[in-house]
Each structure stands twice: as structure tokens, then as C-alpha cells.
């Protein structure tokens, strides 16, 4: 008896093939770390109202303390004791807020832009840390990142607040370089200093929250980030990312080649 192939059964099987594969494909390393990222940040949007009812309710309780300390002096010791408990009790729990919520700040808007963000970013950090900050970035540069994805702008904006939180905790720095740099493939951030350098080792002892964090953003984007230091002669930290995965695909074209057509690839 010849053997008889079930037409419906063989496209079954394809289907099933196909999708195995396309589902191969779509596993890919920066596919997940993507995918964490978007978990966390709408974690952070969940957290801010916490934030705002938690923490908040705390500091407002610190400055009414404060406010009623400065408006009457207490009486004796035992007044002054109860107000210095107080102060002590609202500033722990403040604190205690604080840790549960480390690193979960909801970002600020980037509705302006990466670039206009950056720099607004920039000005309040030098006047809040007292160093020399200077923006650099080409006319041509600003024009394509304006066509940023959203992952892109977050990731870059928060790769260049965490280096630059990294200098003024760490660096004793007293100037500090930010810049934007577009290529023919990819897009540059770079942040240099000329503070003290990494210490040995003090790249492995870096958390959750720090290099690896940014390096993380880095790959979740095809890209990648290098550290550069001589202890004594500043740090420079650059994120480079390919401009086929961070700028939206023009309607009906996908991947690389399609920007050629655009002039980003060489």
C-alpha cells in the first residue's frame, strides 16, 4: 500500500518549525536584557507614587520639626532631648524609605530631547557639585539622535547621570567633559574627567547600581561601554550604540541595510 502524505500535516509541521525558529531568533541576549529594562522602568513609574506617600510623608514630617524648633526654643534639657528624639526618630525612617527605593527613581520626562535634557541635566549637576561642566555636541549629531526610540534617550540619559553621580562622589574632579559624537554606524557618549582615576579593582567592587548597570543598558542595545582610567589622570567612560538599533526602522524596510538608504552606514 503506498504511503500517503497528509498535505494539512506537513504545513502543520512547517508552522511549528517556523516558529520554533523565529522564537530561536527572537531569544537573543539583547532581546532579554531589553525586556528587563522595560520591566524595571515600569517598576519605577509603579514606585514613584510609593515614593511621594512614603518618603514624602517623612520629610514633611523632618520639616515640621525643624519648623516648630525654629519658631520656639525649648525651655529646658529635657524639651531640648524630646526634639532631638524626634528630629532622630523622622530622619531614620526617612532613611529607611530611602533604601527600599534606592535606584528606583522615576527618570524626569524626556520630552525635550536627549540633547536639551542632557545639557539642563548638566548645568544643575555643575552647580550643584561647584565643577566646570562643559556639553559638546555637532550640529549634525543633534539632528539625528532628535529620532532617538525612547530605550535609547532613557538608556543614554541615565548611562551619563550615573557617570557623572560617579565623579562627584568619587573622582575629586574639578572638570568634567560630556559629549555626543555620531559616526557613519553608531553614536558616542562620552564622559571624561580630571579627577583621580579608578582605583585598582575598584571596577569589580562596583554594584548593581553602578558599571554594571550601565554596561547593561549598553548591551540591552547591541552596544557597548568602555572604561578608561590612569589613577591620577581622570577616567573616561564611553557608550558607544549602533544606529540600526536605536533608531526607528523606516515604515516597511527593517535592519541595517535599511539605513544606508538614510545615510548611517557606511
Known amino acids: ?109 524626556l520630552d525635550a530631547g536627549l540633547v536639551n535634557s542632557l545639557r539642563v541635566w548638566l548645568r544643575g549637576f555643575g552647580e550643584q557639585s561647584g565643577l566646570t561642566c562643559i556639553w559638546r555636541c555637532d550640529d549634525v549629531t543633534r539632528e539625528r539622535v532628535a529620532s532617538l526610540t525612547p530605550d535609547a534617550m532613557l538608556a543614554l540619559y541615565r548611562i551619563a547621570q550615573e557617570a557623572l553621580t560617579n565623579v562627584a562622589r568619587h573622582a575629586r574632579a574639578t572638570r568634567v567633559v560630556v559629549a555626543l559624537d555620531g559616526s557613519h554606524r553608531s553614536l558616542k557618549l562620552t564622559i571624561s574627567d580630571d579627577g583621580c582615576g579608578l582605583a585598582r579593582g575598584s571596577r569589580r567592587k562596583q554594584g548593581h547600581f553602578g558599571l554594571v548597570g550601565m554596561r547593561e543598558r549598553c548591551t540591552a542595545l547591541g552596544g557597548t561601554l568602555r572604561i578608561g582610567s590612569v589613577q591620577g589622570s581622570g577616567t573616561l567612560v564611553s557608550a558607544r550604540l549602533p544606529w540600526h538599533q536605536i533608531l526607528p526602522a523606516p515604515t516597511g524596510q527593517h535592519g541595517p541595510e535599511s539605513l544606508a538608504l538614510h545615510g548611517y552606514a557606511s
Not at 55 to 66: D, N
Not at 91 to 107: I, M
Open 1 to 109: 500500500m503506498p504511503f500517503l502524505v497528509d498535505p494539512a500535516a506537513q504545513a502543520a509541521r512547517r508552522r511549528v518549525s517556523i516558529d520554533d525558529a523565529l522564537h530561536t531568533r527572537a531569544t537573543t541576549p539583547q532581546t532579554v536584557a531589553r525586556k528587563i529594562d522595560a520591566a524595571r522602568e515600569a517598576e519605577r513609574t509603579r514606585l514613584a507614587q510609593e515614593m511621594h506617600d512614603g518618603l514624602g510623608a517623612h520629610l514633611t514630617a523632618l520639616q515640621l520639626v525643624v519648623a516648630r524648633l525654629a519658631t520656639r526654643a525649648p525651655a529646658d534639657a529635657a524639651e531640648w532631648q524630646s526634639f532631638c528624639s524626634q528630629i532622630q526618630n523622622v530622619a531614620n525612617a526617612a532613611q529607611d524609605a530611602a533604601d527600599e527605593l534606592v535606584g528606583r527613581n522615576r527618570p524626569p520626562a
